[in-house]
């Protein structure tokens, strides 16, 4: 008898003595505490002296160095707001390459030359530290020479207090190198990045008069996630140890009736979410939309749009503040890209665009007819980016967990294709039908593209198969895994588009200084890259097997898992457009592939074992017992004198369950076998390959003869938390 299981059933059934609406709501309005825990302007403007005030939102501007003497009195500054709110720590907040955030605290406490007892934050402290991170993912960066990571200030994002428990700490945003500077983290290649296309797009701004000073690109996420009960999850050591479910028959009831999209929100989910968006405002995450998503038990949060570092920081801290909430709520959350075997998986859409400091969004088309070569030339850019180097982009979403989503027949294939809309793509054609070398072809087009704005979003958002879709003023990247960082894509983003406009621009500018008009020139040159990108764009069925062939017969690459994805990393193409944009080195390039391989085959290797251990520790021995009822079942009826006619439903259910369980064994014993001799490859790629091509084909054996078992099982001795008790139970 599976104790867990029905302890587990058990537990939820007295949920409801549980008040799930121990957080009170606020009676304020959430613009009244909305970032009231974060270093923002408007604290600063009150902490700061004047003088030192300015300059700080100069150098933020600017992304300039601050000099010592305005560092010490930020700190003095952060040190005073933060005490006033009760914090007695600091912390460096880093995003290791890991995907997920790190913290070392340290007590502003401490003691004088007189051993006094003073608090204490200066300047150097705020601006540097050296958390003992060793045990950080570096892929070999720091192991030859200098063991030690460093944690330095990012004045971009700003600080704030994070609360846990009843304890208070100043988290610092910082970026995480080594000794001379190589990045250990995401940031770093990212704020990079920012500044790379954000210098290319504001040259390409002057064609446009804008007056436009600064440009900012910007991201809103989109963040899917399950919720299941915390009793739940603790029963299934697979939620535990792999975020994801590795066996699990398929529910009677899944999503095939669509009833829980858009549904009402469940009192209890209502709850966490209401905490959890008190959390956010309170740091400043500007959350707005809540709502279910497609799957049973899955649910999505979505903010308004930020400039891309700190929406990606907003992104990290929710990340960890939804599992802290869900914990006070007796719940978990599952951030896994697939924690349910046939159900929806969950995804982190990434809208993202550019915008001036004079508030043009670069990608809206404009009312005005004028302003639309400007935004032609930023959307064609665009596009021609993902063209040249989709299989970058298709390699900055690669993971272990993403596989499961990417090209297996749900959410966006692996296939990198762009979508733009009917209207959009009649624009295009008619550009490319056209010579485009004469005034009057810019008058012709840009009248034709005045009528864009007026199709409101016309059937942009539409189509839902496919990866990269263009949504009326922003680009949508729906490849990213609900679990990742979303720097990794968001850098490819900056970076690819970046040197596009680059090469845009110097085209553009040889015209010009052939005496071509301005107008014409840039025409000229976005209709050949019209041209030259049209492959990349589709509008049909992303999903089909018609799409899969016609891409091939384009030339598209289709990457289906993480090992032959990721190769595009260390391509010579990446290494060209990287190293020379100064956004990595070649030597961070690799050692970032490493790490991305490496926590492939972790990950991969975690599930095998965690698997390995369902089938012998709690599928095999119950199914045996089982097997000895049928079987004592069967000597009794016989020896009581029914014939073997009668005795059909006895027999096969146990030649059924002895195939199951026999061929669920062998596999599991063949895959430890496979695992060993993999483990023993020096070079990593064959490791990940081997795991890829030899190790993850046993597990889809493996779970299959599972749930065939589940499926004969008396349900009263099954040992694991069935989907439809995890999924349904509220
Ligand atoms: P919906 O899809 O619900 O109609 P929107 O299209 O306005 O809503 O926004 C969807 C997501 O796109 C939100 O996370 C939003 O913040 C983001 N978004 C909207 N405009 C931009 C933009 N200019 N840059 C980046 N993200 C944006
Ligand atoms: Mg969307």
Not at 115 to 126: H, K, N, P, T, Y
Not at 374 to 395: G, H, P
Not at 474 to 502: D, H, W, Y
Not at 535 to 554: H, P, V
Request: charged share 25%; glycine share 6%.
């Amino acid at each position: 008898m599976s104790h867990t299981r029905f302890n587990a059933i058990e537990a939820l059934a007295h949920r409801n003595d549980f008040d799930i609406n121990f957080v009170e709501q606020p009676s304020d309005p959430i613009s009244d505490y909305f970032g009231k825990n974060v270093f923002g302007d408007r604290v600063m403007k009150k902490y700061l002296p004047e003088e030192a005030y300015i300059k700080v939102k100069a150098a933020i501007q600017a992304g300039s160095k601050l000099s010592r003497d305005v560092a010490n009195e930020v700190a003095y500054a952060m040190k005073q707001w933060a005490m006033d709110k009760g914090a007695t720590h600091f912390a460096h907040w880093f995003q290791p390459l890991t995907g997920r955030t790190a913290e070392k605290h340290d007590s502003f406490f401490t003691l004088d030359r007189n051993g006094q007892a003073i608090e204490e934050f200066s300047g150097d402290v705020l601006a540097q530290q050296e958390p003992d991170g060793s045990s950080f993912p570096g892929g070999g960066l720091r192991s030859t020479f200098e063991a030690r990571g460093y944690t330095a200030w990012d004045p971009s994002s700003p600080a704030f207090i994070l609360e846990v428990g009843n304890g208070k700490t100043l988290c610092i945003p910082t970026i995480f190198v080594t000794y001379s500077g190589e990045a250990l983290d995401y940031k770093l290649p990212l704020l990079k990045s920012q500044a790379y296309v954000e210098q290319a797009a504001l040259e390409v701004c002057q064609y446009f008069d804008l007056g436009a000073t600064k440009v900012q690109t910007t991201l809103g996420w989109e963040q899917e996630y399950f919720l299941v009960d915390e009793a739940m999850f603790n029963a299934r050591p697979d939620l535990v140890l792999a975020g994801r479910t590795l066996v699990g028959k398929y529910s009677p009831k899944g999503q095939q009736l669509d009833d829980h999209y858009f549904g009402s929100i469940p009192e209890r989910v209502f709850a966490f979410m209401r905490d959890l968006e008190i959390e956010c405002h309170q740091l400043g995450i500007p959350a707005r939309t809540r709502h279910n998503e497609v799957g049973p038990g899955q649910y999505e949060l979505a903010p308004m749009f930020e400039e891309v570092n700190v929406a990606v920081d907003h992104n990290q801290l929710l990340m960890d503040l939804m599992e802290r909430v869900a914990r006070r709520h007796k719940l978990r959350v599952l951030l896994h890209e697939k924690p349910f075997g046939g159900v929806n998986g969950s995804g982190k859409h990434n809208n993202w665009s550019m915008a001036t400091n004079t508030g043009v969004n670069l990608l809206s088309p404009g009312k005005e007819p004028n302003k639309n070569l400007r935004f032609l030339t930023f959307f064609v850019n665009t596009i021609q980016a993902v063209y040249r180097y989709a299989d970058l982009l298709r390699a900055s979403v690669a993971s272990a967990g993403n596989d499961h989503r990417l090209g297996a027949n749900e959410a966006p294939p692996a296939i990198i294709s762009v979508f733009i809309g009917e209207t959009l793509t009649q624009v295009l054609d008619n550009i490319e039908e056209g010579a485009e070398d004469s005034v009057e072809d810019v008058k012709r087009v840009l009248d034709l593209l005045s009528q864009v704005p007026n199709l409101e979003k016309d059937n942009t958002d539409r189509n839902r198969t496919s990866p990269f879709a263009f949504t009326g003023n922003k680009f949508e990247i729906r490849m990213v895994g609900s679990q990742m960082n979303c720097s990794a894509p968001m850098t490819v983003m900056n970076t690819i588009v970046g040197r596009q406009l680059r090469d845009f621009k110097r085209a553009v500018d040889a015209q010009i200084e052939q005496g071509r008009d301005k107008d014409t020139a840039i025409l000229n040159v976005i209709e050949s890259y019209i041209v030259e990108s049209k492959a990349i764009r589709f509008e049909g069925d992303g999903y089909s097997q018609a799409w899969e062939d016609e891409a091939a017969k384009r030339g598209l690459t289709n990457a289906k898992n993480t090992p032959e994805a990721l190769k595009s990393y260390i391509s010579d193409s990446t290494k060209e457009l990287l190293v020379n944009s100064g956004v990595m080195s070649k030597t961070e390039l690799e050692a970032h592939y490493d790490v991305k391989v490496e926590n492939y085959i972790l990950t991969i290797q975690i599930e095998a074992r965690t698997l390995g251990e369902l089938c012998t520790n709690y599928i095999l021995p119950a199914a045996l017992d089982y097997q000895t009822r049928i079987a004592n079942n069967l000597i009794t009826l016989q020896e009581a004198g029914l014939e073997s006619e009668l005795l059909k439903v006895q027999t096969t259910l146990l030649k059924n369950m002895q195939h199951h369980i026999s061929i669920m064994q062998t596999t599991a014993e063949q895959m430890i076998e496979e695992r060993k001799v993999a483990n023993k490859l020096e070079d990593l790629e064959e490791r990940a390959d081997m795991y890829c091509n030899k190790v993850r084909p046993l597990m889809e054996t493996i779970r299959y003869h599972a749930d065939k078992i589940e499926h004969y099982m008396d349900d009263q001795e099954w040992p694991l938390v069935k989907y439809r008790e995890m999924m349904f139970i509220r």
